[in-house]
Antibody, heavy 121, light 107 residues
Framework: QVRLVESGGGVVQPGRSLRLSCDASGFSLRAHAMHWIRQAPGKGLEWVAVMSFDENDKDYADSVKGRFTISGDSSKSTLYLQMNSLRVEDTAVYYC??????????????WGQGAMVTVSS | DIQMTQSPSSLSASVGDRVTITCRASQDIINYLAWFQQKPGKAPKSLIYAASSLQSGVPSRFSGSGSGTDFTLTISSLQPEDFATYYCQQYNDYPLTFGGGTKVDIK
């Protein structure tokens, strides 16, 4: 069964760091680009970061560029989001999502259940 | 950045109704448009990709159409499990962007 499970969320003070994990099962991370998307409480969805299937290409939303780093360990089938210099406005549920394969089908097709990150003093 | 505008932001409908949600992109995105459904406290679920192709397992009462800048999600006969918030998203260019969402609730 294809599945994504996030972990590592919690409460952290502004300026501190946190690392989220996304465990993938039922498919190989080496075959798909992977993304992080977040949703602040009561708000809409915001794309955060992407990593290509071969981990060579990465891109970030301007709001997190220079502070967040996406990475992966295909041997562990795990995607990561290292979040540094956290701000109150980073408070959100963070989802990992798989990108589909095939012409035009590089939309998100599988989502994890989400991990809550609260940045507060 | 490509702006995605959904309308309406909310609507009330009854079981069996035909529901239409529109999404407009601020520039041509060809048909790199996806639709998602989200229920309270749950992760989004992928419904449609490439503007009109159903993801595996999605009921056929859902359909999508459009190209360029104007797109539509239609639910042909609303079912109780369809009451949720729907988002469109463009994946033609980075940064990927979402519409603001359309909440469908019970009339």
């Amino acid at each position: 069964q294809v599945r994504l499970v996030e972990s590592g969320g919690g409460v952290v003070q502004p300026g501190r760091s946190l690392r989220l994990s996304c465990d993938a099962s039922g498919f190989s991370l080496r075959a798909h680009a992977m993304h992080w998307i977040r949703q602040a409480p009561g708000k809409g969805l915001e794309w955060v970061a992407v990593m290509s299937f071969d981990e060579n290409d990465k891109d970030y939303a301007d709001s997190v560029k220079g502070r967040f780093t996406i990475s992966g360990d295909s041997s562990k089938s795990t995607l990561y989001l290292q979040m540094n210099s956290l701000r109150v406005e980073d408070t959100a549920v963070y989802y990992c999502a798989r990108e589909g394969l095939g012409p035009l089908n590089d939309a998100f097709d599988i989502w994890g259940q989400g991990a809550m990150v609260t940045v507060s003093s | 950045d490509i702006q995605m505008t959904q309308s309406p932001s909310s609507l009330s409908a009854s079981v069996g109704d035909r529901v239409t949600i529109t999404c407009r992109a601020s520039q041509d995105i060809i048909n790199y448009l996806a639709w998602f459904q989200q229920k309270p406290g749950k992760a989004p679920k992928s419904l449609i990709y490439a503007a009109s192709s159903l993801q595996s397992g999605v009921p056929s009462r859902f359909s999508g159409s459009g190209s360029g800048t104007d797109f539509t999600l239609t639910i042909s006969s609303l079912q109780p499990e369809d009451f949720a918030t729907y988002y469109c998203q463009q994946y033609n260019d980075y940064p990927l962007t979402f519409g603001g969402g359309t909440k469908v609730d019970i009339k």
